[in-house]
């Protein structure tokens, strides 16, 4: 039907479908800053426009309706490249991160600036009710919005500016992250937006029982319909074992699957894909693929897959590349299942569901506890949660003469490389992955999770293929995080001295062993190393079961050892009489302290002690407990149901994984002096790509402005092992930092020649001048020369980073928490996170990290749950019934302070910052309840009906 | 998706249009109708537009135009607080400046915000077809209930109403609501009093026989009222809350209700501090709502 209406104050006119979606029909038209987090419910606010001057959702509108509309989008705000007030605003207060939302809050300030140009703060949450953001945490939002109402009257104003590091030009300063002002712009910067005209739509089907063997597939009929190129199921893809685990080769985690599996082990695994010239004829030919299963008993938790006499999920024969399989465990295959491959032993018993294991410890924990004068043992249970990217998974893939390229939204660009191209069959040089802007990873696009079967695909096929996944195969088919069921033994003398701990931890990783050993293991050694205890031990189980893949997933293993820990620790103490502070006091690791437990922690190989250096969780605690008026009783509201109550931990996490992991980096000189740095990260939002060109810049004597960040481009860039177990900053900033010094060490070597003097007595000063005893010459003036036929040739500096130093950010996180004891309802009134990342190299960039990893937190701890029936099927995989926290649900008092210590290898004495956030809310929010209503809540989330029945109410 | 795009001229030819074209449905904001990527696979008949949107008192009672969104509710300088804090329940802004009156109350679904205090209030509706209906009435109708145009609802200043309403979040859907209107008399007794309630049964409904147990009578203490409602609740468990624990929340939620009612003097504050109610921000967003009847009436 015919249309015609204003769009950004241009009439625009043409013949819409009577069912197509105001989205669909913009996007078409070039506006692509509307994004789709929620496959058309209209519950993520991702699509939003200004509608006849309202903000509303674009998916859940037809175009039709549009007829004689006035619709402002985004690009109506970025005309001629310029910033509007609001873009500048939430650039300047670091609110930028993967930026998949920043559209929609564009428009919905200016709504709401609009409407009420002094905004307050609860019209600031009005106005961003509709609109989901998983990165931000929603806190600099509030300042933007803030920022921008008062440049509306005073132009010039700039927030007050902070300082980290007074002798340094740029670090420690805030400034626009690199890709900021690009994606408040709402431009094509995603996967979705370099979808070619012609594209083939890939459609996967997915299981809809937890466990079965696929008796018959026929895909004939399919095959047949029109517009289907391929179609790939178990009877046709490579015969290769690989695991989707985006992790340095050889991984920790078992080949356990092929492409497609003669078996289904839970509801959304896969079962065939779709090649097909549209989406809607993919879709329409995979419902005539006729199925048959012989359905087996699905084991939905770890008691059920742990029993003896289980059935087994893999049955596959077990074979090992290097050494071989522990005593008593089973390897011979049934001659049905596809054969299971370790690179190394895991003490894995695959045929009784057990992926992997390990056993370790110090001292003599049995006597630690006989020697005890208190001991407790308690239960800590994690159920699943979702990572909820608000860009779900999605590549596109498509071949150039005799190479394969992945234009993806990936953690892992060369880990993407290896396992596709062993898939297709090529040789890596032939395979080119370009990490486009990555629409929130979290950790889940730290798997092989689309890339696969689309590259494999448009090799075979020639087409070129677009892949992603809706919100439901998101939480189906995607990673979670794993559920854990974590037991603590805890043993002290009366003064609180801790003289045994045990942790006794079992893993639920889902159908597949991706993650299986690394994530548990990750538990213990980011919790355990906090306290300091002669006597340690701990044993880790990870099973497989038929509910949803587990994987990594911001915080890896640590959130669940924290919450079991740390709530034990807290249970002692009031075992004790003791205040929990107190507790944390006694025990906790300082300046100086030997840690011994890393002897048994190597992540893989021979751990080592280690001797702490400075230590600021003393400085934190202390901040904190002035903050929260620790020595004094909290106040209680007046309303006798409600009750007040306050908790603290103590946290930690690493910075990469050092002796493992390498990163890499190449900084390039042009002739006017400006640098090209090309850099192996992957930045997701994080700021990456600012840490490494900050790095670059202070140590070249140039402007930020001066350097360019190309990265995550496997033709283009240098080797990194991606962006996961906190690496980012530490390994991939160090990596720019190297390779800058590199570059100036080769700019010293023509410059010496230039100048005749000895390499020694040269200083390379801002801005990019080289100046010896002598003369002078500035970096412009040598790469020209670099161009020239009697130069000196390229000016490159080229650095891998790699250590054998582990530098561990640690935090004190304190809350205060209002329960109502009538209803079970819960407030977190009060959330102060101090963190020692180190130098925080781009401080708000820093923080909204922190918020954002804090809020997530607070909705894992408070109500996030996949929820299961009995035949394994997820009840909830959309944003109407699994919620993720909205603004509303940010804390009244949240704050984030950096009390930093500086480490002595990271880039300019930064640590990782960001997923270190995720690991205090749970104990801290237990903790807290306890104190106010003496309950305690060991199972997340902490749902009012839990609250309830821990208060024996219900 | 939809198949058939209809864009009648007037209710007239609307209503011919829902007759004459098999399973066709009236759209108007769409919030519902069109969520998941363009809804049903059916004929549409485009409303918004044709149906009136206006928000007129005179004296105590209200008329509202079927086609008001929710944001319309809580601009207006004529909407009651507690109507107000209702309209909040549907706490993205997003949705509430699509979602209609009319398409939110034929719905009827059980975490309607608004239904289940127009249930309280006795809200009438007027058809498209003529006549008029009891809300309840209407809303039983199925999802092919007949057009409506107006909604009659009277706020009279000699009775109490409240609204409160639970959720697992700010954001979600109301896991339980309830809605109250009666009279305190001087003696303490509670006359008048219809109780509906969201989130227990399949669509919002009165609880006449809730209301049985205290009419007539003074209010009973807290405890003691929550204990005489919890059993009869009879909630229905789902995703978001078992039956037992929606039975205590509903429970909690009525004498909270009374409550509000009785300390607002009619008008609902809401709870605030816990059950997430949109009545606490009510206030806080009256200066919002104040600046765009401003600007609407320049």
Redesign the interface.
């Known amino acids: 039907?015919k249309l015609s209406f204003i769009l950004n104050g241009k009439p625009i006119s043409g013949e819409c479908l009577?069912?197509?979606?105001l989205k669909e029909f913009l996007r078409a038209r070039g506006i692509f800053s509307l994004r789709d987090g929620c496959?058309?419910?209209?519950?993520c606010?991702l699509c939003?426009l200004i509608?006849n001057r309202?903000?509303?959702?674009s998916?859940?509108?037809?175009a039709?309706?549009a007829?004689g509309a006035e619709i402002l989008t985004v690009e109506h705000f970025s005309k001629d490249r310029e910033l509007s007030i609001v873009q500048r605003a939430l650039i300047d207060t670091g609110s930028v991160q993967c930026g998949y939302c920043i559209p929609a809050v564009v428009l919905a300030i200016h709504d709401l600036l609009a409407?009420?140009p002094r905004?307050?703060e609860?019209?600031i949450?009005?106005?961003l009710?509709?609109?989901l953001c998983r990165c931000t945490g929603y806190k600099q939002f509030y300042e933007a919005a803030m920022l921008a109402s008062r440049r509306i009257a005073d132009p010039g104003h700039s927030p007050a500016p902070v300082d980290f590091k007074p002798d340094s030009r740029l670090i420690g300063k805030n400034a626009s992250k690199q890709d900021a002002a690009w994606l408040a712009r709402g431009e094509k910067a995603f996967v979705e937006d370099r979808v070619e005209p012609g594209a083939c739509h890939l459609y996967l089907l997915t299981s809809p029982v937890a466990h079965a063997w696929i008796q018959s597939i026929d895909t004939q009929a399919a095959l047949a319909m029109p517009g289907v190129e391929a179609i790939v199921t178990h009877e046709n893809c490579p015969e290769i074992s690989y695991t989707t685990a985006g992790q340095g080769f050889p991984e920790p985690s078992p080949y356990d699957q092929r492409m497609f599996t003669k078996k289904v082990r839970c509801v959304g695994d896969r079962v065939a894909a779709v090649l097909a010239r549209s989406y809607e004829e993919a879709e329409a030919a995979a419902r005539l693929i006729k199925v048959e299963y012989e359905i087996l008993r699905p084991l939905l938790s770890i008691s059920e897959a742990k029993a003896a006499g289980a059935v087994p999920i893999h049955s596959g024969e077990v074979s090992y590349v290097a050494g071989g399989p522990p005593e008593g465990s089973s390897t011979k295959g049934d001659g049905r299942d596809d054969p299971i491959i370790y690179q190394f032993p895991l003490h894995a018993d695959p045929h009784r569901n057990l992926a992997a294991s390990a056993a370790a410890g110090i001292g003599d924990v049995e006597a630690g506890f006989e020697a005890s004068d208190v001991v407790i043992e308690r239960s800590y249970s994690c159920g699943r949660v979702q990572c909820t990217p608000l860009e779900p998974h999605v590549v596109y893939a498509k071949t150039e003469g005799d190479r394969l390229v992945l234009h993806a939204s990936t953690q892992v660009p060369w880990h993407v490389r290896r396992i596709v191209a062993r898939l297709a069959g090529l040789p890596q040089n032939r395979v080119r992955v370009i990490k486009e802007r990555v629409g929130g990873g979290f950790g889940s696009k730290q798997d092989i999770v689309v890339e696969d079967i689309a590259g494999y695909l448009a090799w075979k096929t020639g087409k070129p293929v677009y892949f992603r996944y809706d919100r439901e195969k998101e939480f189906c088919s995607s990673r979670t995080r794993h559920a854990m069921e974590i037991s603590v033994k805890l043993g002290a003398s009366r003064d609180g001295k801790l003289r045994a701990i045990r942790m006794r931890l079992d893993a639920d990783t889902g159908p597949y062993g991706q993650h299986c050993l690394t994530v548990p293991m990750n538990a213990i050694s980011k919790s355990l190393p906090l306290l300091l205890c002669d006597n340690a031990a701990f044993e880790v189980k990870s099973y497989y079961t038929n509910l949803s893949p587990a994987g990594a997933y911001q915080g890896y293993g640590a959130p669940k050892g924290s919450f079991a820990l740390q709530t034990a620790l807290a249970e002692l103490a009031e075992k004790l009489g003791m205040d929990q502070l107190e507790m944390i006091e006694r025990n906790r690791v300082r300046s100086g302290s030997r840690i011994e437990i890393l002897r048994s922690l190597g992540e893989g190989r021979e751990g080592q002690a280690v001797t702490l250096g400075e230590c600021g969780l003393g400085d934190m605690i202390a901040s904190g407990k002035k903050a929260f008026d620790w020595e004094r009783p909290l106040a209680q509201p007046a309303?006798p149901d409600?009750r007040r109550g306050r908790g603290a931990v103590i946290i930690q996490q690493g910075s990469g994984l050092p002796g493992l992991d390498a990163a890499s980096a190449e900084a390039r000189l042009f002739a006017d002096g400006t640098l090209l740095l090309l850099s192996g990260g992957a930045d997701l939002g994080t700021g990456l790509d600012t840490v490494s060109a900050k790095a670059a810049a202070e140590t070249l004597g140039l402007d930020l402005e001066d350097v360019v960040v190309v990265s995550g481009d496997t033709d283009a860039t240098p080797f990194d092992k991606g962006a996961y177990a906190s690496s980012g900053t530490f390994f991939s900033g160090n990596a720019a930092l190297l390779a800058a010094r590199d570059l100036k060490e080769k700019v010293f070597t023509a410059a010496a020649a230039l100048l005749g003097e000895p390499r020694g007595e040269l200083r390379l000063e801002y801005h990019g001048v080289v100046r010896g005893g002598k003369g002078s010459v500035t970096l412009a003036q040598l790469a020209h020369l670099a161009t020239q036929g009697t130069g000196h040739g390229e000016l490159v500096g080229m650095a891998t980073f790699k250590t054998e130093h582990s530098a561990f950010p640690y935090g004190a996180h304190f809350v205060e928490v209002?329960v109502?004891r009538?209803?079970g309802?819960?407030?977190v009134t009060r959330y102060h996170a101090y963190q020692d990342c180190g130098t925080p190299i781009n401080p708000d960039l820093a923080k909204g990290q922190v918020y954002g990893a804090l809020l997530k937190s607070i909705?894992h701890s408070?109500?996030e749950r996949m929820?299961y029936d009995e035949h394994g099927r997820c009840?909830?995989p959309n944003f109407?019934?699994y919620?993720i926290?909205?603004v509303?649900?940010m804390p009244e008092d949240f704050q984030v302070e950096f009390l930093p210590v500086a480490d002595e290898v990271g880039p300019y004495g930064a640590k990782s910052v960001s997923e270190i956030s995720v690991n205090g809310a749970a104990p801290a929010i237990a903790i807290a309840i306890h104190d106010a209503v003496g309950a305690w809540i060991r199972e997340w989330p902490f749902?009012?009906?839990r609250l309830?029945k821990a208060m024996g109410?219900? | 998706m939809v198949k058939k795009f209809l864009r009648p001229r007037d209710v007239a030819e609307a209503l011919s249009m829902l007759s004459s074209e098999p399973g066709a449905m009236a759209l108007a904001g769409g919030t519902e109708l069109l969520a998941r990527g363009g809804g049903p696979d059916c004929a549409v008949v485009s409303i918004a537009g044709l149906l009136p949107a206006h928000i007129k008192k005179s004296g105590a009672r209200l008329e509202i135009g079927a086609n008001a969104t929710f944001q319309d509710l809580v601009d207006s300088r004529e909407t009651p607080d507690v109507l107000r804090a209702a309209a909040l329940g549907m706490v993205n802004r997003n949705i509430r400046n699509r979602a209609t009156l009319g398409g939110n109350l034929a719905q009827a679904r059980p975490s309607s915000s608004l239904a289940p205090l127009f249930l309280a209030a006795e809200a009438e509706v007027e058809l498209a077809r003529g006549g008029r209906l009891g809300l309840e009435s209407w809303m039983s109708g199925g999802p092919r209930k007949e057009l409506a145009t107006l909604f009659h609802v009277s706020f009279d200043p000699e009775s109490l109403y409240a609204y409160e309403r639970w959720s697992r979040s700010a954001c979600d859907l109301a896991i339980v609501s309830a809605a109250l209107r009666f009279v305190r008399q001087s003696d303490g007794l509670v006359r008048g009093l219809r109780i509906a309630l969201g989130g227990a049964a399949a669509m919002p409904e009165l609880r006449p026989d809730l209301a049985a147990l205290i009419e007539g009578k003074p209010l009973p203490p807290r405890d003691e009222l929550e204990a005489a409602l919890g059993p009869r609740i009879g909630a229905r468990g789902d995703l978001r809350g078992s039956a037992a624990f929606k039975n205590r929340e509903a429970a909690i939620l009525i004498a909270a209700a009374f409550a509000s009612a009785m300390e607002g003097g009619g008008q609902s504050r809401g709870r605030g501090e816990a059950s997430h109610s949109a009545a606490a921000k009510s206030a806080a967003l009256a200066d919002c709502s104040r600046g765009r009847g401003e600007r609407s009436r320049a």
């Open positions: 039907m009577d069912g197509e979606t496959d058309g419910q209209g519950s606010g939003a509608f309202r903000l509303v959702n998916c859940i509108m037809l039709a309706q007829e409407r009420s905004p307050s609860a019209q949450g009005d106005a009710s509709g609109t309303d409600l209002e109502n009538r209803s309802a819960l407030r909705g408070l109500y929820i009840l909830n109407l019934d919620k926290p909205s509303f649900e749902t009012p009906e309830l109410k219900l």
